[in-house]
């Protein structure tokens, strides 16, 4: 900070002189007689009015304007331009190629999360979920059947099975050795005794086929078996999922809450790709500014931010919510994403906006105006107001904008310094204030 401070005494001679000549020589002369009476301190008479002279100028009281300096926390900020874009925005396509049969909203409607937007034909995922449950409730059934074990009318109808080829098997057994003796005797053919012998076999396989199934009614499903029946059942559910998620496409929702900003669907269209419908969420903004390698590492993300949007005549106050560690392809500067509430949707998707984003900081800082600060070659310090009196500080400046400083030293909250008349005081003027600066 250069500041040139003029010295005054010369110009407050040059003006007591000329004011002098222009109220005539009798003023002129009184004027060069109390400048020699001063210089050879000549008569009691002029000693006398010298030291008249001095208490007068140590009693006359300077005006002078003040302001309270405060505690605070102190930033410099970089403006950058940047646009807003909504925080939240998702694009919309069909998952199924159907026809639309009802589009229920138009652009501009607020819509809640999950709420419908466009219905399509849903006949024929109908029948599949349809299909699926019948096929799942089969599978459940055969598992259950197994898990129950054999009912008391398949045991019985079993036994019966088991005794009738027992008893078959018997004749068919004393029907042999008859005929086995009639042709050692010779009275029966070869062909004979082997129709016989066929017909014993026959009844031996089918007593044993009808007492093993006895036994594996009477034993129940193996472990085997149970699982290969539960693994049906799974994947009968899993059908039955999947024809019911392909007869939800036929209605597509809103995944979030917000603003229909676009509808590409009509009734009667057949949909089989592209967006048909985009919702944003424009509660929050998102604004994207560029910043400079420079001054990148100087943002904290969290911290807040000034924005002015040109079309809008108000300041808006959001946070700098992500610093991108990259920079931007064909930039040398740094993508800065930045988050602002639009609770009142007056803000909208495109507008142009100033961002001032602090690149330096004093916390916890003592503050006070620029207009307040002297500087001689000792260094800057200021005049500050303390019963009547103009009392000098000298400070230590941290940081400086065009209207304020942050000093590190020579003063506390609370305490008023000198902002008009300053130039005009030493330490220990007398001074009126006549213009408090927290008033």
């Known amino acids: 900070m250069k500041r040139n401070r003029k010295i005054i005494l010369v110009t407050f001679i040059l003006f007591a002189l000329f004011s002098a000549v222009a109220f005539g020589n009798g003023s002129y002369e009184l004027f060069l007689l109390k400048a020699n009476a001063q210089e050879t301190g000549g008569g009691p008479g002029m000693g006398a009015g010298r030291a008249d002279q001095s208490s007068l100028e140590e009693n006359?009281?300077?005006?002078?304007?003040?302001?309270?300096?405060?505690?605070?926390?102190f930033y410099l900020y970089l403006t950058e331009?940047?646009?807003?874009?909504?925080?939240?925005?998702?694009?919309?396509?069909?998952?199924?190629?159907?026809?639309?049969?009802?589009?229920?909203?138009?652009v501009g409607d607020s819509v809640e999360r999950g709420e419908t937007l466009i219905k399509?034909?849903?006949?024929?995922?109908?029948?599949?979920?349809?299909?699926?449950?019948a096929s799942l409730k089969s599978a459940k059934a055969n598992l259950q059947q197994a898990l129950n074990g054999p009912r008391k009318e398949e045991l019985a109808r079993l036994q019966a099975q088991v005794t009738q080829a027992e008893s078959e098997l018997k004749l068919r057994k004393e029907n042999y050795e008859r005929q086995k003796q009639l042709f050692e005797e010779g009275y029966l053919s070869q062909e004979e005794i082997d129709q016989a012998n066929n017909q014993l076999i026959a009844a031996q396989s089918g007593y044993q086929s009808a007492l093993k199934n006895l036994e594996i009614t009477e034993a129940g499903a193996t472990e085997e078996e149970i699982d290969q029946l539960e693994a049906?059942?799974?994947?009968?559910?899993a059908q039955l999922e999947s024809a019911r998620l392909r007869m939800s496409y036929t209605e597509i929702a809103a995944p979030i809450k917000g603003i229909v900003t676009e509808i590409n669907a009509q009734r009667g269209q057949l949909l089989s790709g592209g967006t048909v419908a985009i919702v944003s969420n424009l509660?929050?903004?998102?604004?994207?500014?560029?910043?400079s390698e420079k001054n990148v590492n100087n943002l904290i993300i969290g911290e807040a931010v000034k924005i002015n949007f040109t079309a809008l005549e108000r300041e808006f106050s959001g946070e700098i919510n992500?610093?991108?560690?990259?920079?931007?392809t064909n930039r040398r500067s740094f993508p800065v994403e930045i988050i602002v509430d639009n609770n009142d949707n007056i803000i909208k998707a495109g507008?142009?906006?100033?961002?001032?984003?602090?690149?330096?900081?004093?916390?916890?800082?003592?503050?006070?105006?620029?207009?307040?600060?002297?500087?001689?070659?000792?260094g800057y310090y200021t005049f500050v107001a303390v019963n009547g009196k103009a009392e000098r500080r000298n400070i230590q400046i941290k940081l400086e904008n065009e209207d304020l400083v942050a000093v590190s030293s020579g003063l506390k909250a609370g305490e008023k310094v000198v902002t008009l008349g300053k130039e005009n005081l030493s330490d220990g003027s007398s001074i009126n204030v006549v213009n408090r600066g927290d008033e």
């Open 81 to 106: 331009s940047a646009q807003s874009e909504a925080y939240e925005e998702v694009l919309l396509t069909p998952r199924v190629q159907e026809v639309v049969t009802e589009v229920l909203v138009s």
């Open 322 to 328: 992500n610093i991108s560690p990259r920079a931007a």
């Open 351 to 378: 507008m142009t906006a100033q961002v001032s984003m602090p690149i330096d900081r004093a916390e916890d800082s003592i503050i006070l105006p620029q207009n307040s600060i002297l500087e001689d070659v000792n």
């Open 60 to 73: 006359e009281e300077i005006a002078v304007e003040v302001a309270e300096v405060k505690k605070d926390d």
């Open 283 to 291: 509660d929050r903004i998102k604004l994207t500014a560029y910043i």
């Open 120 to 133: 399509m034909d849903s006949r024929s995922s109908e029948i599949s979920v349809i299909q699926a449950e």
């Open 232 to 237: 049906q059942v799974t994947q009968a559910e």
